[in-house]
């Protein structure tokens, strides 16, 4: 995330950019700040991350986040009827929480800004959230001040994750799972 001195608005577009290279060296990935990438790392071994201004001459600051989905980092447990409530403290943080769920179940997630965040014009920045299924895969996406419902396909530990819609912002949120 771009946390200062880049210039990613009209006419010039510099912001950080990143690379992502593989234990020999290959190139797996390249984006820009204020973005979140998902990969599945093939090899063991020393990755290497190599961040630069996209104009290759500007300077600034910047926030490089890594979270771990699989194997799973220690996360705080959502269980039916619970409500979490986070804080969004630095740019590129994303937070994780973890729900048991089984097959065929019914869950409605709710996310709400709670302060910080500026979700009304011309920014519209919120807490945002993706659940993610037992194998890995995004099966929903959505804002702050909305609710979500969704049948789980299967059982297991099901993961969702809080940022904030430019990966950049701070702010607290409150988030719930109703069974």
């Known amino acids: 995330a771009n946390t200062g001195g880049f210039n ?7 912001e950080a950019s990143a690379k992502l290279y593989d234990p020999a060296g ?5 984006f820009n700040a ?7 790392l093939a090899s063991t071994g020393t990755y290497v991350v190599q961040v630069f201004a996209s104009d290759l001459s500007s300077t ?14 220690p996360v705080n447990a959502l269980s039916c009827g619970g409500i979490a409530t986070g804080k969004i403290a630095a740019a590129a943080q994303v937070d994780q929480y973890s729900y048991s769920g089984q097959a065929g179940g019914v869950i ?3 996310l709400a800004n709670t302060g910080g965040f500026n979700p009304g014009y011309p920014y519209y920045i919120e807490a945002s959230a993706t659940l993610y299924d037992p194998t890995g895969k995004a099966i929903l996406s959505f804002n702050a001040n909305s609710q979500k419902q969704v049948t789980l396909d299967l059982t297991g530990t099901y993961m969702v994750q809080v940022f904030a819609s430019d990966f950049a912002s701070t702010g607290t949120y409150n988030l719930s ?3």
């Not at 290959?26 to 390249?30: A, F, G, N, V």
């Not at 600051?61 to 699989?70: D, K, Q």
């Open 8 to 14: 990613p608005g009209y006419p010039y577009y510099i």
């Open 34 to 40: 204020n973005s979140q990438q998902q990969v599945t």
């Open 108 to 110: 409605t997630l709710t």
């Open 60 to 73: 600034g600051t910047y926030n490089l986040g890594l979270v771990c989905r699989n194997p799973l980092q």
């Open 26 to 30: 290959k190139l797996l990935l390249s």
């Open 177 to 179: 799972v109703v069974c």
